[in-house]
């Protein structure tokens, strides 16, 4: 289990009704805290669809977790 | 800084100023305006957010593969956040270049990358009095476990 920060921003933000949490996880990669958040939040959004950044930089869906992260999970985009 | 985001108002005169160079016979700019209807709902205001700091990285990564890509002399873009009514400019793409054709191709390019690409979210409130987030499945009135 590690400990990390999950950070929502737009309509997660919404769903989860805060902007961030401090989590303690089994989730080894941001596709599996996803889905973990997923369930307790009901984010409807498919993973392929959304994005994730790592201490403020975009990342893969299945890169490693380390103890301390800060993981932003931004939904669907919309601009323009 | 090639890609901004801003709370401001977007002023497009400004923002093309930098694109002039002795160099360039073609300007090519975009506007993205506030419409008052999508997908059939009025719509009487819209609320954009963004992760600044990333979505200015990756719009200045957008920009740059437009001047690798095209036979451009200069491209800026910025997008505006907040809450805009019917009519504001969202975003404002500007390219110029020795000829037209590579303007208008790298000008379509960075909007189309900008809106798949860059985390940029947009609310819409409608006059119905709900507001819903555009592409996006996750609702947020939604009982749980519904």
């Known amino acids: 289990m590690i400990n990390v920060t999950a950070r929502y921003f737009a309509a997660f933000r919404e769903r989860a009704g805060r902007d961030a949490e401090a989590l303690t996880t089994s989730a080894n990669t941001p596709a599996e805290l996803y889905a973990e958040l997923a369930r307790r939040h009901g984010f409807a959004d498919s993973m392929t669809r959304c994005k994730v950044a790592i201490n403020d930089q975009l990342a893969a869906w299945d890169v490693r977790l380390s103890a301390g992260d800060e993981v932003l999970f931004f939904p669907p985009v919309a601009g323009g | ?146």
């Open chain 2, 1 to 146: 800084m090639s890609f901004t985001i801003t709370p401001h108002a977007i002023d497009p005169e400004a923002l093309k100023s930098v694109l002039e160079a002795a160099g360039a016979g073609a300007c090519v700019t975009f506007e993205g305006w506030v419409r008052d209807h999508n997908d059939g709902a009025a719509v009487v205001a819209l609320e954009y957010e963004a992760h600044s700091a990333i979505a200015e990285q990756e719009g200045a990564k957008i920009v740059r593969e437009a001047l690798e890509r095209f036979a451009i002399t200069t491209a800026r873009c910025e997008h505006r956040v907040g809450k805009l009514a019917i009519g504001d400019c969202a975003v404002w793409v500007g390219v110029s270049s020795a000829h037209r054709g590579a303007a208008f191709d790298a000008c379509r390019y960075i909007i189309d990358e900008v809106k798949q690409r860059v985390p940029i979210w947009k609310k819409e409130h409608y006059r119905s009095g709900e507001s819903g987030w555009v592409n996006c499945a996750t609702r947020v009135d939604a009982p749980e476990n519904a």
